[in-house]
Protein backbone atom coordinates (compact mmCIF):
# COMPACT_ATOMS: atom_id res chain seq x y z
CA UNK A 1 0.00 0.00 0.00
CA UNK A 2 1.37 3.38 -1.22
CA UNK A 3 2.27 5.77 1.45
CA UNK A 4 1.82 8.74 -1.47
CA UNK A 5 4.75 10.68 -2.12
CA UNK A 6 7.09 10.95 0.01
CA UNK A 7 10.53 12.75 -1.92
CA UNK A 8 10.45 14.62 -5.04
CA UNK A 9 13.40 14.65 -7.28
CA UNK A 10 14.62 17.58 -9.66
CA UNK A 11 16.68 17.84 -12.71
CA UNK A 12 18.57 20.84 -13.41
CA UNK A 13 19.69 22.07 -17.25
CA UNK A 14 16.18 23.45 -18.69
CA UNK A 15 14.04 22.58 -15.40
CA UNK A 16 15.96 24.58 -12.71
CA UNK A 17 18.07 26.86 -15.10
CA UNK A 18 18.82 27.76 -18.91
CA UNK A 19 21.03 25.68 -20.68
CA UNK A 20 20.17 24.22 -24.05
CA UNK A 21 19.85 27.77 -25.41
CA UNK A 22 23.39 28.13 -25.33
CA UNK A 23 23.89 24.56 -27.08
CA UNK A 24 21.92 25.73 -29.77
CA UNK A 25 24.01 29.06 -30.06
CA UNK A 26 27.24 26.77 -29.78
CA UNK A 27 25.63 24.67 -32.99
CA UNK A 28 24.79 27.55 -35.13
CA UNK A 29 28.33 28.75 -34.79
CA UNK A 30 29.45 25.83 -35.84
CA UNK A 31 27.60 25.13 -38.60
CA UNK A 32 29.04 29.24 -39.41
CA UNK A 33 32.61 27.57 -39.16
CA UNK A 34 31.89 24.64 -41.54
CA UNK A 35 29.97 26.53 -44.19
CA UNK A 36 33.06 27.99 -45.05
CA UNK A 37 33.86 25.04 -46.50
CA UNK A 38 30.12 22.43 -47.31
CA UNK A 39 27.15 24.14 -48.55
CA UNK A 40 25.24 23.51 -45.47
CA UNK A 41 21.80 22.28 -47.07
CA UNK A 42 23.57 19.63 -48.88
CA UNK A 43 25.85 18.39 -45.97
CA UNK A 44 23.94 17.16 -43.69
CA UNK A 45 25.88 19.09 -41.36
CA UNK A 46 23.44 19.25 -37.89
CA UNK A 47 22.60 15.44 -38.86
CA UNK A 48 26.31 14.31 -39.27
CA UNK A 49 27.72 16.24 -35.67
CA UNK A 50 24.46 14.31 -33.76
CA UNK A 51 25.52 11.09 -35.01
CA UNK A 52 29.21 11.80 -33.93
CA UNK A 53 27.90 13.34 -30.58
CA UNK A 54 25.49 9.81 -30.25
CA UNK A 55 28.26 7.46 -30.51
CA UNK A 56 30.81 9.88 -28.32
CA UNK A 57 28.27 9.99 -25.18
CA UNK A 58 29.85 6.40 -24.24
CA UNK A 59 32.96 7.81 -24.39
CA UNK A 60 32.75 11.70 -22.81
CA UNK A 61 29.44 11.56 -21.31
CA UNK A 62 27.13 14.40 -21.91
CA UNK A 63 28.12 18.17 -21.52
CA UNK A 64 30.21 20.71 -22.52
CA UNK A 65 33.34 18.96 -23.09
CA UNK A 66 31.77 16.52 -24.70
CA UNK A 67 30.23 18.64 -27.44
CA UNK A 68 33.11 20.68 -28.27
CA UNK A 69 35.41 16.86 -28.85
CA UNK A 70 32.41 15.74 -31.15
CA UNK A 71 32.38 18.99 -32.88
CA UNK A 72 35.95 19.25 -33.81
CA UNK A 73 35.52 15.24 -35.23
CA UNK A 74 32.88 16.16 -37.12
CA UNK A 75 34.33 18.82 -38.09
CA UNK A 76 37.44 17.81 -39.80
CA UNK A 77 35.05 14.82 -41.37
CA UNK A 78 32.55 17.43 -42.74
CA UNK A 79 35.68 19.28 -44.15
CA UNK A 80 37.61 16.40 -45.53
CA UNK A 81 40.51 17.64 -42.49
CA UNK A 82 40.65 21.31 -44.59
CA UNK A 83 39.52 23.12 -41.85
CA UNK A 84 42.31 25.36 -40.04
CA UNK A 85 43.70 25.26 -36.70
CA UNK A 86 42.60 28.42 -36.15
CA UNK A 87 39.04 27.20 -36.42
CA UNK A 88 39.53 24.27 -34.70
CA UNK A 89 41.02 26.76 -31.78
CA UNK A 90 37.69 28.82 -32.51
CA UNK A 91 35.63 25.82 -31.24
CA UNK A 92 37.62 25.44 -27.95
CA UNK A 93 37.08 28.54 -27.30
CA UNK A 94 33.38 28.30 -28.02
CA UNK A 95 33.40 25.57 -25.55
CA UNK A 96 35.31 27.72 -22.56
CA UNK A 97 32.24 30.47 -23.39
CA UNK A 98 29.90 27.93 -22.27
CA UNK A 99 31.59 26.28 -19.73
CA UNK A 100 31.88 30.24 -18.14
CA UNK A 101 28.32 31.14 -18.91
CA UNK A 102 26.25 32.74 -15.82
CA UNK A 103 23.61 30.88 -14.64
CA UNK A 104 20.01 32.08 -15.26
CA UNK A 105 16.97 30.67 -13.47
CA UNK A 106 13.69 30.03 -15.16
CA UNK A 107 11.10 32.77 -13.66
CA UNK A 108 9.56 31.50 -10.88
CA UNK A 109 11.43 28.20 -10.22
CA UNK A 110 12.48 29.38 -6.93
CA UNK A 111 9.57 30.11 -5.62
CA UNK A 112 8.12 26.91 -7.19
CA UNK A 113 11.00 24.83 -5.50
CA UNK A 114 10.60 26.47 -2.01
CA UNK A 115 6.59 25.60 -2.35
CA UNK A 116 7.05 21.60 -2.85
CA UNK A 117 9.96 21.85 -0.34
CA UNK A 118 7.55 22.95 2.06
CA UNK A 119 5.57 19.43 1.41
CA UNK A 120 8.12 17.12 0.76
CA UNK A 121 11.75 16.53 0.99
CA UNK A 122 13.14 17.17 -2.66
CA UNK A 123 16.74 16.20 -4.56
CA UNK A 124 18.09 17.22 -7.15
CA UNK A 125 19.57 14.89 -9.41
CA UNK A 126 21.42 15.98 -12.64
CA UNK A 127 23.96 14.87 -15.36
CA UNK A 128 26.68 15.96 -17.32
CA UNK A 129 30.41 16.77 -16.78
CA UNK A 130 31.01 16.93 -12.91
CA UNK A 131 33.04 19.90 -12.10
CA UNK A 132 30.57 22.06 -14.73
CA UNK A 133 27.62 20.53 -13.43
CA UNK A 134 29.07 21.38 -9.73
CA UNK A 135 29.83 24.81 -10.48
CA UNK A 136 26.21 25.48 -11.79
CA UNK A 137 24.84 24.56 -8.61
CA UNK A 138 26.79 26.54 -6.61
CA UNK A 139 25.93 29.28 -8.71
CA UNK A 140 22.47 28.87 -8.86
CA UNK A 141 22.04 29.78 -5.07
CA UNK A 142 19.09 26.83 -4.98
CA UNK A 143 21.81 24.05 -3.33
CA UNK A 144 20.55 25.08 0.32
CA UNK A 145 16.53 23.57 -0.76
CA UNK A 146 17.52 20.27 -1.54
CA UNK A 147 18.56 17.50 1.15
CA UNK A 148 20.75 15.67 -1.28
CA UNK A 149 22.53 16.68 -4.91
CA UNK A 150 23.81 13.69 -7.05
CA UNK A 151 25.49 14.20 -10.19
CA UNK A 152 25.41 11.38 -12.45
CA UNK A 153 27.03 9.93 -15.69
CA UNK A 154 23.65 8.79 -16.78
CA UNK A 155 20.07 8.91 -15.76
CA UNK A 156 18.11 5.77 -16.93
CA UNK A 157 16.17 3.40 -15.20
CA UNK A 158 18.92 1.22 -13.29
CA UNK A 159 20.73 4.52 -12.06
CA UNK A 160 17.55 5.89 -10.57
CA UNK A 161 17.07 2.59 -8.79
CA UNK A 162 20.25 2.87 -7.12
CA UNK A 163 19.68 6.35 -6.11
CA UNK A 164 17.06 5.84 -4.94
CA UNK A 165 18.57 2.65 -2.90
CA UNK A 166 20.71 5.32 -1.37
CA UNK A 167 17.97 7.75 -0.62
CA UNK A 168 16.36 4.93 1.46
CA UNK A 169 13.09 5.46 -1.00
CA UNK A 170 10.79 3.54 -2.64
CA UNK A 171 10.00 4.29 -6.63
CA UNK A 172 6.02 4.46 -5.89
CA UNK A 173 6.37 6.92 -3.50
CA UNK A 174 9.36 9.07 -5.82
CA UNK A 175 8.30 11.93 -7.73
CA UNK A 176 10.68 13.46 -10.83
CA UNK A 177 10.43 16.65 -12.66
CA UNK A 178 12.19 17.63 -15.75
CA UNK A 179 12.09 18.59 -19.04
CA UNK A 180 13.60 15.70 -20.50
CA UNK A 181 10.73 12.45 -21.15
CA UNK A 182 13.93 10.41 -22.08
CA UNK A 183 16.16 10.90 -18.88
CA UNK A 184 13.38 12.47 -15.93
CA UNK A 185 10.27 10.79 -16.84
CA UNK A 186 10.55 7.44 -19.01
CA UNK A 187 12.46 5.83 -16.07
CA UNK A 188 11.22 7.13 -13.42
CA UNK A 189 7.50 5.78 -14.92
CA UNK A 190 9.29 2.39 -15.57
CA UNK A 191 10.46 1.65 -12.14
CA UNK A 192 6.83 2.55 -11.01
CA UNK A 193 7.44 5.84 -10.16
CA UNK A 194 5.79 9.38 -10.96
CA UNK A 195 6.67 12.25 -13.03
CA UNK A 196 5.82 15.74 -13.96
CA UNK A 197 7.25 16.79 -17.13
CA UNK A 198 8.09 21.07 -17.73
CA UNK A 199 9.16 20.85 -21.14
CA UNK A 200 11.62 23.89 -21.91
CA UNK A 201 11.12 25.53 -25.46
CA UNK A 202 13.86 23.58 -26.93
CA UNK A 203 15.31 20.63 -26.61
CA UNK A 204 18.46 18.39 -27.72
CA UNK A 205 17.49 15.81 -30.28
CA UNK A 206 18.72 13.10 -28.03
CA UNK A 207 16.71 13.84 -25.07
CA UNK A 208 13.02 13.74 -26.99
CA UNK A 209 13.94 10.13 -27.52
CA UNK A 210 11.62 8.72 -25.33
CA UNK A 211 9.41 5.64 -25.20
CA UNK A 212 7.13 5.08 -22.20
CA UNK A 213 5.36 2.08 -22.53
CA UNK A 214 3.40 2.09 -19.40
CA UNK A 215 2.59 4.68 -16.16
CA UNK A 216 1.29 7.41 -18.71
CA UNK A 217 -1.55 7.35 -15.48
CA UNK A 218 1.42 8.51 -13.04
CA UNK A 219 2.35 11.70 -14.86
CA UNK A 220 1.41 14.94 -15.53
CA UNK A 221 2.17 18.04 -17.22
CA UNK A 222 3.31 21.72 -16.01
CA UNK A 223 3.78 24.15 -18.82
CA UNK A 224 5.70 26.42 -16.26
CA UNK A 225 7.67 26.95 -13.54
CA UNK A 226 4.52 28.31 -11.85
CA UNK A 227 2.08 25.42 -12.84
CA UNK A 228 4.69 23.05 -10.48
CA UNK A 229 3.49 22.65 -7.20
CA UNK A 230 -0.44 21.49 -8.31
CA UNK A 231 1.15 19.11 -10.67
CA UNK A 232 2.73 17.53 -8.08
CA UNK A 233 0.36 18.07 -5.39
CA UNK A 234 -2.34 16.72 -7.80
CA UNK A 235 0.02 13.69 -8.66
CA UNK A 236 0.76 13.24 -4.64
CA UNK A 237 -2.92 13.28 -4.18
CA UNK A 238 -3.60 10.39 -6.92
CA UNK A 239 -0.62 8.19 -5.65
CA UNK A 240 -2.15 8.59 -1.70
CA UNK A 241 -5.33 7.08 -3.36
CA UNK A 242 -3.50 4.14 -5.14
Known amino acids: ?21 YFDEAQREFEAIVGRYVDLGNA ?3 DALYAVESANIAVFGYGVKGMAL ?19 HRIVEMAKT ?13 DAVEAIAARFEVVL ?14 DSGLSDLFRRIEIVS ?3 APTYARVLAEFDARADQFLMVGNSLRSDIAPVLALGGWGVHMPYRTTWAHETQ ?4 SGRERMDEARSPDALPAAVLALATRALAS
Open 1 to 21: MSQGIQLVGFDADDTLWRSQD
Open 44 to 46: GVA
Open 70 to 88: SMIESATQITGGRITAGEL
Open 98 to 110: LLRHPVELLPGIR
Open 125 to 138: ITKGDLFHQEAKVR
Open 154 to 156: EKD
Open 210 to 213: AVIE
